[in-house]
Structures are given as C-alpha cells and as structure tokens.
C-alpha cells in the first residue's frame, strides 16, 4: 500500500513557522499526495494491481484515492478472473466456464466480452486443437494446429478452426509481445507516450490495441500535466494549472489539485502577510483570513491565527508589567497564560520583579533603621540628666515604632529595685505599681533574665491606651532591658496596637546598646559630681586626720621594729623546732635500728626454741621460750606504736588508697578476737546492716589498724558479758561531724564497738584519746598498756577522712564508733604499684599474720644456696638457723666487700639477704655494685633492716633491692618469701 513519499531531493522540509517556513506544510501535504498517486499509477501501469493509495484528509483527496483504488481492484478482479476461466478451460478441460465481472463497463466490458468470444469460438473447434488451446491458455503462443490427422489432411470447418487457431495465436503473439512493451515502458520504465503497434489486426485485436494506444496515451498526458503542476507547487510556484483534458475521476483529480493549489496560494499569502506583520513590522494582533477553507487547511489557519494572538496578548502582557516597573511599581505581575520558554520568560520576569521588591523593601528598612539609629545617637549625645533622657527618647521612640503607651523604669541600686521614671501615655493606677522588684512582674523578670520579653496576646483589661475619643487594649507589649557590660541599668516598656514587625524589634535591639551607654556616661557623670562634692567636703577631715595619722605613723614605726624583732625570734623558734623534729626523726630511726636489731635475733632464736624440732627441752623450758617470744613481741608492738605516733605527728604517715571489701575487712580483724572471746568467755557478736556498701575507697590496712585497737580496747577492758562489732550505714544528720569529708560524703560507714566493760568517767573521756594516757594511770594500775592505741586510732581515722564518737557509763560500759567516708578523698595517695611485689607486708610485717601462709614445716628446699649479709653475728647466726633448718645452705658476709668477693667466688648463689645500715658500704651502695656485675643483674636480693621509717621501701626498690621486709623477721613471711623469688629465678633460668 502506497502511504508517503519523500520528496525529489529526498529530504522532508522541516517544520517550523515564519514567511520562509509558512508554505512549507501546504506544499509537502500535496506534493507528498500527489507523490503517492504517482507512484500508483506506475505500479498499476507495471500491472501490480495489488496497490491501493491513502491520501490525507479531505473530500477531494479521499475521492481520488477511492476511483484509484476502485480502478486498481478491477484490474485486480479482471486478471484474476481471466486466470481462474484460462486454468479452468485451458488446463482443467472445464470448456463450460466463461469470464464474468459485475459492475464494468465500457473497455473492460469489452475485453471480458471479447475474452468470452474466443472461448466459444475455441468450444466450437474441435478436440484434436485442444493441444494448442492448451498451450495458448497456458501462454505458449508459439504452437499451431497442424492440418493433417493421422497423415490425413484437414478440410472443411475443422481446416478453418485450425487456420483460425494459428492466425488467433499468431495475433495473440503479436499483441502479446507489443501490450507487454508499451506496458513495460510505461509502467516499469517510465518512458510515458509508447504505442503498440500490431500488424495485420482487425476487429476485437484492432480495437484492443487502439484502446491500449488511447489509454497509454491519455495517461500520458494526464500523468505529464499533473507532474508538471506538483512540481512547480512542489518548487514554490503558486500560478500553475492543470489544463489537460480529463475525464471521470481524472477530471475530479485535475480540479481538486487545481483548488488546492488555488488554496495553497490563498493561504501563503495570508500567513506571510500575518508573518510579515507580527514578526517585523512589529504589527500586534494581524490574523490570516483564507475564504472557503475546511479541514486541515482550516486547522493551519487557525492555529496560525492562535499563535498570532497568543504571541500578541503575551508581549502586551509582558510589556505592560515592564512598564510599570519602570516607574516604580512593583506590585505588578504578568498572569497571561504561557508554556514552555515563554512561560519561563514570564516567571523570570515576575521573580525579578519580586526579588527587586524584596532588596528594595530591604534597602528601605536598613535605610530607616541607620537613619533613626543615629538621629537617636546625636539626640542623646551630651545628655547629663537622666530624667530629661529618659522624657525625650520615650516622646521620640515611641510613635517611631508605632507604639502608643510607653514606660521607662531605671534601677535604683541602692534599693535593688526598678523605680518609674518617665512614660508615654501613661495612665496612673491603683493596681499598678511604679515600682517593681527583680524577679516581679514582666519588669522584674526582664531585668531579672536580663532577655527582651514580648506579650503577644494580651487580655482586654490587661491595660487600656486612651485618648480623648476613647480607649482600647494593645495587641502586643514589649518588654526591653537596657545592657551596659552585662549589668542591668534600666528597663523600657512598649504597647502598641499591632504586633511589632521584624526591622522595629532589630531597631530596638540595637537602640538599647546605644542608651546603656549613655546612660551608663549620666550614671557615672552623676557619681563624678557626687564624689567631687564628698571629696571637697572631707578635705577638711583629712587635713585633720593627717596630723593625727603622722603620729600614729611614728609610734606604727616602733611597734614594727618589735613586730620584726618578735619575728626572727619565731623564725629562729621554728628552725630549732624543725631541728629537734629532725633530731627526733634521726633518734626514732636509730632506735628503732638498735632496738629491732637484737630484737630480731631474739625472737628468732625463741621462736626457734619454742618449736623444738629437735624435741631435747621439756614443756616448761618450751613455756619459757614461748614466754620470751610473747615479750618480745609485746616489745616490738610497743616500738611500733611509738614508730606510728611519731609519723602521725610529723605528717608522714602514708595512705595507700585501694577498694576495700567490708565483709573481708570485717572477717580479717575478727579472726584474731574469737580465740580470746572464748578463753574469757566473752560473747563475742559481728552485725552487719543490709544497706551496708559493698567496698570502700580506703587504705585498708590502717582501717584495720584502728578496728583492732579499738577491738583489742574492748577485750582488755571487758571481764564478762558481750562485745558487738556492728558495721552499717549512717542515716543520721551531717551536722554531728567536725570532718569536712563526712559532711560532704554522699555515703558514711558507721563501724560500732559495743562492750559491756568497765566504762569510762564523763571527766576522763576526752583524756583517753591523748598520747600516754590511760582511764586508770596509777602505779596500782589494773589494766596495762602505753596508752597510745586511742591517740594512733584517732589520728589514723582523721588522716582517712574519719571520726571516732564515744558514748560511755562508767561500770555499764563503753561504745566506740568509726565513722567512715565511702570514698576516701585525701590528696597523699600512694601508688600500689610502686611498692614493689611485698607491698601487703606493710611497712613491718605483722606477726599475727603467719595465719596467712603455710606453716614453716611445710616449707622445704634442696640445699639452694643464700648469702646473708650483715654486720651483726646474731643476725646472722638467728636467720642462719631458721634458713639452714629449712635444708638451706647459708653463705654469710658481715659487709659489703665481703658479700661481693663471696659472689664472684660462688656464681650459684640463688638469693641474696641484705642488711641495708651497715659500715663502710651500706646495703644500697652494695647493692648497686652487684647489679654493676653483669651476671648478678637479675640476681633476687632482699632487703633486710630494722630501720622501718616512711620512704624506706620505695628507697630501696629504687637502690636496685628486689624485695623488702623488716626486721624483726617473720620467719614465715622471710621463708615464703625466699620460696618465691628461687622459684622466679629457677623460672628465668629455664626460658
């Protein structure tokens, strides 16, 4: 089916619009349709009578297309017919069978007749010429009737059939081979004005070549004529016509593509003058007029006119709003209706005008606010009173901000209070003050915050501006606080009608900066004045007091030289008092090396005694070991009670700070009480509250210290009943606590020692607590001790943030109390990890603790060499004992140049013991000369002294030792500790 052509240069003219471009449309409409039925006609000229031809809208074009595709169809119908009658008569034998097609007339009902002619002509002939009509129906025109049957000749009609036969076949052959030609040139090869030419033929076959002669030559010149005008239409050329002489539906063609084109120029002359008008001469509101068209031709006029009329109303629109922009209206708008960049061209055009309007609005508001910023500025510059400010910025600001009721209050800092000063449209009331404390009213609250506050819904009666026609409510008060460096200096308050806009609140924002400095220039102006006239006023008095003053001058001058001389007696005081604390420090060090010395051997060597390994004593020379080992250790606690007071005084006593368990703090200072509780039989019970903390933040080891003393205490005083150690949570009131920790501390333990022991008088329960002092001091005395176990639990206890309260009745008994904070918030905290890996031993190791560790029999070795170094033989001889007991083999030097030669003569030494005061090398500077050695660097050496003093340890362990422990020796302890650092050695040596 033919449905479009391109055009001859084979491009598609593009669409658009414009004088040039106008035309465009029409002309490739009708030359596209005059393409197709082009193309038609040359396919059904070629005998392809298969086309059919779509033509566009329109009542002439849909003519054509039906009478070309009504003449195609019979052409289609006849060939068809002629081949069903031609296989069914020449093929299928059916004689019977003739041509028939309803509905034509004129040739073709003449080539039908004349087809059906011959078929009768040819029924009437005989059977032995149905070869030949074979061939002829199957298109072999090259065969002939022979004249002889069976080699006997024809004659007669079957003579003249056969004569007729082959001259039908040769003028068949003829009119064939001529049809085909002019067909071929015509419809295949285009080359119009062919005839046929068929010699010899008349009748039916003269008429048929004619009427192929007529119809090629009609269609030539119909085809050529038509070519002709498209082809000028096609080139812009308006003026042709088709002037051929035309028939049926080829004359209806010829006069539709004669009114197109009448159209066609009709219609270009009006969109190019429309054009012309819009587009250069600048002509709004021109439209095209084209008489007498329909359809599409109407459809392109009106769509021309439409885009004329929207481009008119556009630009007027746009040229309007333009206009009045130009002499400064900006409250106008395009609102024409638009698409695409026209559309875009309208909203850029309207955001511009909206964007000027704003920078103008904006430019006028920060024109008006600097404007009356500095009228206000050199309104008020040179102002010295505060009232007449104060009158003139209420008159002036005010209507600035459209306002109508104002106040302006300034602080009176004598009172601390704001005082009403001046106003605008201010109406006196009973129910309103003139006067508002901070922190009363909305006044009170803005100098009280310090911030603007803004009311913007306030009730009808709240307050009522008035004038001489009436009153009403504000809608909006503002409340502003005056500012200078932070501090409050006055406060102004707005009412107005209509809500406050955005550039009025930043305005008085600002303002109030520029009035807090003035009026802090008046405030300090005023107080210039004030102190100018007091200042002329107690001149007089200070000439007065000038004379008086020189002579107190003189008799201050001799009371300083006595305040100096008293001064450097203090200091020369406090340097003998510093000397003798150091003498003391030095004397107490001394002793307690003197005394811990001898002591050591001799609780070693009784110790020793009362276990009889060797079992040669009796019990009562056991007892007599077991009792001077008691004493000896009654000794060594005595000494260090008197080691403890003396740090205690001298602000040395160490706190190691560390979470402490309250029920193992509890069950270790215990442990020691039920044996004695049971040998007195003495109930002895332990109560611990439900709310009691777990763990405190304490030293542990001195808490435990002052619960045993004040433990120990009971017991000794206590001959029959009970004693209760109750441990809970105080809930009582802070105030009871001199202690700054227990008053703050979120958490107080409260550690409760209830014996029913011989109490205590009222006149003597202070004088318990000091050092050497005891309920009964007489030398019949009952109970013993050196009355220093108060004095070290009460110290102890303050160091660690505490407090100890007694309660007591003289023959009821007596109820000590600890107070504890849960966390311990002193500032000296020493570092557990500095103490070295015998940090548990303390700065003494205690005796009672040999409960902790295996028993000594369980301890053994396999003759591991030990060099014992010290300057005194009972030292040596005692541990020596103890360690050789333990199948240790003990080397011994009684100095430092002795110990290192025994070193490099016995490499295998495993541990060394180092006395640390001895003659001539110390233990430090001898320790150091061993770690010099390069294989002795790693060697254990563990400090052995009775110079037990604050810093010792660290001293040591910093001095290269790699243990420390005190003499008196815990032989248990020393064994443990000898075990382990073998063990570690022997470790060392296998990775």
């Known amino acids: 089916m033919v449905t479009g052509l391109k055009r001859k240069n084979g491009r598609v003219p593009p669409q658009g619009s414009g004088r040039a471009r106008s035309r465009t449309p029409v002309s490739q409409d009708e030359d596209d349709d005059l393409q197709r039925l082009l193309v038609g006609l040359q396919r059904l000229h070629d005998g392809d009578f298969s086309v059919r031809l779509r033509l566009r809208e329109g009542r002439r074009a849909q003519q054509i297309a039906r009478i070309f595709n009504s003449l195609a169809r019979h052409n ?46 040819l029924v009437h002939t005989i059977l032995e010429i149905s070869r030949v009509i074979r061939a002829v129906a199957n298109g072999d025109l090259s065969q002939s009737v022979p004249f002889d049957v069976a080699g006997r000749p024809v004659k007669g009609d ?111 002359a009006e969109v ?45 629109a746009i040229a309007e709003v333009s206009t009045a922009v130009t002499k400064g209206d900006l409250t106008r708008s395009i609102t024409v209706e638009a698409e695409g960049e026209v559309l875009a061209l309208k909203d850029n055009i309207n955001q511009m005008i909206k964007n000027l309007k704003e920078t103008t609005e904006k430019n006028m508001e920060q024109d008006w606010l600097k404007t009356n910023l500095a009228r206000f500025s050199a309104m008020m510059q040179g102002q010295k009173n505060l009232s007449a400010v104060s009158r003139l910025i ?50 009170g609250q803005c100098a009280l915050e310090k911030k603007p506050i803004s009311l913007g819904t ?23 606080p005056v500012l200078f460096e932070g501090d409050v200096l006055a406060v102004i308050e707005l009412a107005s009608f209509q809500s406050f806009n955005s550039i009025h609140r930043v305005f008085l924002d600002q303002l109030m900066v520029s009035v807090g400095v003035v009026l802090n220039i008046i405030g300090a102006s005023m107080r210039t004045e004030e102190l100018l006239q007091e200042l002329q006023n107690s001149n007089g008095e200070l000439e007065a007091q000038a004379k008086e003053l020189e002579e107190k001058a003189t008799l201050l001058e001799i009371k300083n030289q006595e305040v100096e001389m008293a001064s450097l007696s203090l200091e020369e005081k406090a340097e003998q008092l510093a000397m003798i604390s150091k003498y003391k420090s030095e004397f107490l060090a001394n002793m307690s090396h003197e005394l811990r010395t001898p002591l050591n051997s001799l609780l070693i060597m009784a110790k020793l005694l009362a276990e009889n390994r060797e079992s040669n004593l009796n019990s009562k020379q056991v007892q007599f070991a077991n009792t001077i080992y008691a004493s000896g250790r009654d000794l060594l606690n005595l000494i260090n009670e008197i080691l403890d007071l003396s740090k205690v005084e001298a602000g040395k006593m160490g706190i190691v700070a560390s979470d402490t368990k309250v029920t193992e703090l509890i069950d270790y200072v215990v442990r ?43 017991f000794k005083f206590t001959e029959k009943g009970a004693i209760t150690l109750e441990a809970c949570r105080y809930h009582g009131s802070r105030t009871v606590f001199q202690a ?33 002092q005891q309920v009964d001091a007489t030398t019949s005395r009952k109970y013993g001790g050196t009355g220093l176990g108060l004095t070290i639990s009460r110290e102890i206890s303050r160091l660690l943030g505490g407090e100890i309260h007694l309660r007591s009745i003289e023959g009821e008994g007596s109820e000590f109390t600890l ?7 002193g500032q000296e905290i020493e570092d557990e990890g500095s103490q070295g890996q015998v940090a548990t031993l303390g700065d003494a190791v205690d005796m009672e603790s040999e409960g902790d560790f295996e028993s000594n029999d369980a301890i053994m070795f396999s003759g591991q060499k030990v060099l014992v170094v010290d300057d005194d033989v009972r030292n040596i001889f005692a541990i020596s004992s103890v360690l050789e007991n333990h199948k240790l083999n003990v080397l011994f030097a009684e100095n430092g140049g002795a110990a290192i030669e025994i070193l490099e003569e016995n490499a295998d030494i495993g541990v060394v013991l180092m006395d640390i005061m001895m003659p001539d090398m110390d233990g430090y500077e001898t320790t150091q000369a061993i770690r010099r050695m390069e294989r002795y660097r790693g060697l254990p050496i563990i400090a052995l002294t009775a110079k037990a003093m604050k810093g010792d340890r660290e001293k040591s362990l910093e001095a290269g030792l790699s243990d420390y422990i005190t003499k008196p020796v815990d032989t248990t302890a020393l064994l443990h500790m000898v075990k382990r650092w073998l063990e570690t050695r022997a470790s060392e040596a296998v990775s």
Do not use: C
């Open 394 to 443: 209420m008159s002036e600001l005010t209507p600035l901000v459209s306002a109508q009721h104002g106040a302006f209050y300034t602080v009176n800092v004598e009172e601390n209070r704001l005082d009403l000063i001046a106003s605008y449209a201010y109406n006196k009331s009973a129910t309103v003050p003139t006067s508002f404390e901070f922190g009363e009213g909305i006044v």
């Open 672 to 714: 020691d009480f039920r044996a004695i509780s049971q040998q007195k039989d003495i109930v002895f019970a332990i109560k611990t509250a439900d709310d009691l903390p777990e763990s405190l933040f304490t030293d542990g080891q001195r808490l435990q210290q002052v619960l045993k003393n004040l433990l120990s205490n009971a």
């Open 740 to 772: 700054e920790a227990l008053r703050e501390s979120a958490v107080v333990v409260a550690f409760t020692v209830r014996d029913t022991g011989i109490g205590i008088a009222d006149n003597k329960q202070r004088l318990i607590f000091e050092a050497f």
């Open 76 to 121: 289609q119908r006849l060939t068809r017919e002629f081949g069903r009658v031609s296989n069914l008569v020449g093929r299928q034998g059916r004689i019977a069978e003739r041509t028939s097609l309803k509905g034509v007339q004129g040739a073709w009902a003449t080539m039908i007749e004349a087809q059906n002619s011959a078929v009768d002509d």
């Open 158 to 268: 079957l003579i003249r059939v056969g004569r007729a036969v082959n001259t039908m076949v040769d003028q068949l052959r003829s009119f064939a081979a001529e049809v085909t030609r002019v067909a071929k040139e015509v419809g295949i090869e285009g080359k119009l004005g062919g005839q046929a030419r068929v010699k010899g033929v008349s009748g039916t076959w003269k008429d048929l070549t004619e009427n192929v002669n007529q119809l090629a030559g009609n269609l030539t010149s119909q085809v050529r004529n038509i070519a002709l005008v498209t082809t000028a239409v096609a080139n812009g050329d308006l003026s042709q016509k088709i002037t051929v002489d035309a028939r049926g539906e080829i004359l209806e063609l010829k006069s539709t593509i004669n009114t197109m084109v009448d159209q066609l120029r009709s219609f270009a």
């Open 458 to 480: 306030v009730p009808d009666d709240y307050i009522r501006i008035a004038s001489g026609l009436g009153y009403a409510g504000p809608a909006n008060i503002l409340v502003l």
């Open 819 to 825: 107070y504890m904070p849960q966390i311990y918030v």
């Open 272 to 316: 190019t003058r429309v054009a012309k008008e819009v587009g250069i001469d600048g002509k709004l509101g021109g439209q095209a007029k084209v008489p007498g068209v329909a359809g599409t031709w109407k459809d392109l006029t009106e769509n021309v006119n439409q885009l004329a009329g929207n481009l008119t109303s556009q630009v007027r």
